[in-house]
């Protein structure tokens, strides 16, 4: 492990088992291996390399991969380290360079700030896949806000509240704290991806569209009798 001068600051050395518990170990593998091979990612076109994906040649896509596992993953060692920090000491154990004021590059601050979006979309697909369990309490928690609390004839601001609250504690969670505009509206695309595809396979959304469609069929007990004879 190279030197890591910001991240031994904060009191952590890194080893080889350091990402151990996390959904990708970037350490398990050489420094040659494409980590967008790693069979938890190749089957994800976010993870592919295009040319010109990160506006610079400064930044490979090994290197924004790293960043991502120790900045969004639940079993980083920098998890518990306050936002800021843990963002500075994702982006050194990534590779990301600075000058000698310790400023990093501007394309390097567009990647870190979420100003790209190809690279937006690499970040939630990655939390989506280490989340699994609380993206779909996420998606759900969402419906149940839109559909049930805000539409309910006995709402209150309290219950209001408190469901608001616990989507956005769970948003916070999924998307580690960043607090970016551009992240939060990716990651809502895909609870709205995630919502279109639960009304098309549970069968509650097939009723609630059959009968849309067909408002005037009213199953009745005569109906039911006249067809048995």
């Not at 009304?199 to 069929?217: H, T």
Request: neutral net charge; contains cysteine.
């Amino acid at each position: 492990m190279r030197e890591l001068p910001y991240i031994e600051k904060q009191g952590l050395r890194l080893t080889e088992k350091s990402f151990e518990l996390c959904y990708v170990n970037p350490e398990a593998y050489a420094e040659t291996f494409k980590l967008s091979t790693h069979p938890n990612l190749r089957d994800w076109i976010e993870f592919e390399h295009v040319p010109g994906k990160y506006e610079t040649t400064e930044i490979t896509n090994n290197m924004a991969i790293k960043y991502i596992v120790g900045m969004f993953d639940m079993g980083s060692p920098f998890r518990k380290l306050p936002y800021e920090i843990r963002k500075v000491c994702a982006a050194e154990y990534a590779g990301f360079k600075t000058n000698d004021a310790g400023i990093f590059p501007e394309k390097t601050q567009r990647f870190l700030n979420c100003e790209m979006p190809q690279v937006n979309s690499m970040i939630i697909r990655y939390a989506l896949l280490s989340n699994g369990i609380k993206f779909s309490t996420f998606v759900r928690a969402s419906i149940i806000y839109h559909e049930k609390t805000l539409m309910s004839d006995k709402v209150t601001a309290k219950t209001v509240t408190e469901d608001l609250n616990l989507l956005l504690a769970l948003e916070r969670e999924i998307l580690s704290d960043e607090n970016s505009k551009n992240l939060k509206t990716e990651l809502w695309k895909k609870v709205t991806d995630e919502e279109k595809r639960i009304r098309d396979i549970r069968p509650e959304y097939m009723a609630e569209k059959y009968f849309a469609k067909y408002p005037q069929v009213v199953i009745t007990s005569e109906a039911i009798r006249s067809e048995e004879v």
